[in-house]
């Protein structure tokens, strides 16, 4: 069967044509003018549907945008960093005693914080408080505590007898600076310049020892 | 001012050529669907449909390689979910076994023709009434249909066996 026709064709096109409504009966213009309220309001429904789409996919990427967002901690993570290994507490040199430095601008409200990851030889047991700012490890069955200081505020988690510093977030204008990370000794200070704030925690007899200087 | 001018215009242009293609266009494609579907009316509500249908993107319809080949299209998938339709209350009416009385009276009997068109499947009637009776080629019978020039050539095929009778019975 193709395209050229032969008489057979003409006479089946001939009957079929009787077939169908005479071409004076199909008034092309008054059926236009009738149709025109229904092509309107088509367009309209169309272009509502289509208006909708767009701002239901809008409103799913500005959503997913503002979840990701809302984190408040604002937390920097450092998982995967080498922990400090130089231990020299010499306040008259700087080699090997930061790890990580985080300065706030004064304008800002929401205060970042430092997360410093769990060792992996921390393994913990039991917890009795979840640790409020770090979410790159699971809570913990151990003891967590925080200790706040004018420059700042550290986490500490107390677990099989090691001490882990969890996060350290500086005040609106310091700077933290984690100035030994041992497992039984942990010291961060927070400095704006004209203020120094120590936090330091050791394990003695199994118990945490605090000390905050302020200077 | 200028932009909004400039798109009214642009917008009485689109609408002008909608028109200019619903002239040219509605009757030959209500003819061919009425022989398809054996039905005017149902016929020419398949092919406003489809017209309705391009009237709402016709920015994007009108810039097609075939306008009048998209609406058919359309028009054609109509014609086939009323078929579908028909067929399963058609179905369902026989399954009740109802024996309604007919008080109309008794149609004009059909043309030999019209007898054997109604007693093709509906794939060879529908490409039968495109190729004879819009005098379309097989191409744009293959377009309207969604189907292969292959299959049109088959169905088409198939079909002229069956009609053939209504011309020679000895065939």
Redesign the interface.
């Known amino acids: 069967?193709?395209?050229e026709r032969d008489p057979?064709?003409e006479?089946?096109?001939d009957?079929?044509?009787?077939?169908?409504?005479a071409?004076f009966t199909?008034d092309?213009?008054r059926?236009?003018g009738e149709?025109r309220p229904?092509?309107r309001q088509?367009?309209t429904?169309?272009?509502l549907t289509v208006t909708t789409s767009v701002l239901g996919a809008l409103v799913v990427v500005v959503g997913g945008a503002a979840l990701l967002r809302s984190d408040p901690s604002g937390q920097l993570d450092v998982q995967g960093r080498p922990t400090p290994t130089v231990s020299s507490p010499a306040p008259s040199t700087t080699v090997g005693r930061s790890t990580t430095t985080t300065t706030l601008p004064r304008s800002t409200t929401t205060v970042p914080q430092t997360v410093v990851t769990t060792p992996p030889g921390a393994t913990p047991t039991t917890s009795d408080t979840t640790p409020p700012t770090s979410r790159t490890t699971p809570p913990p069955p151990s003891q967590t505590k925080t200790y706040t200081a004018q420059g700042g505020r550290i986490t500490i988690r107390f677990a099989n007898g090691r001490l882990t510093l969890v996060s350290s977030a500086p005040s609106p204008g310091f700077t933290s600076e984690v100035h030994k990370q041992d497992p039984d000794d942990v010291e961060v200070r927070f400095e704006n310049g004209s203020h120094e704030s120590r936090i330091r925690v050791r394990v003695t007899n199994g118990q945490l020892r605090p000390e905050i200087s302020e200077n | 001012m200028g932009d909004m001018s400039e798109e009214a215009g642009r917008e009485d242009s689109r609408r002008a050529d909608f028109d200019e293609t619903f002239r040219r266009w509605w009757a030959p494609m209500v003819r061919s669907l009425t022989v398809a579907c054996g039905d005017a009316e149902v016929a020419s509500d398949c092919v406003q449909d489809a017209f309705t249908r391009a009237y709402t993107r016709w920015r994007r319809v009108s810039r097609l390689d075939d306008p009048p080949g998209w609406i058919r299209h359309v028009a054609v998938n109509r014609m086939r979910d009323h078929f579908r339709k028909t067929t399963r209350g058609r179905a369902a009416v026989e399954r009740l076994d109802a024996q309604a009385v007919t008080t109309a009276p008794e149609p004009a009997p059909p043309s030999e023709l019209a007898t054997l068109l109604a007693q093709l499947p509906t794939q060879q009637r529908i490409a039968a009434a495109l190729f004879y009776v819009e005098d379309l080629d097989v191409q744009h019978v293959a377009h309207a249909m969604g189907l292969s020039e292959g299959a049109v050539k088959y169905h088409l095929h198939a079909a002229r066996q069956t009609l053939r009778r209504s011309v020679d019975p000895q065939s």
Do not use: F, V
Not at chain 1, 15 to 21: I, K, S, T, W
């Open positions: 069967m193709n395209d057979l064709d006479t089946l096109a009957g079929l044509r009787a077939l169908a409504p071409e199909l092309a213009d059926t236009l149709m229904r092509l088509a367009r429904r169309h272009r």
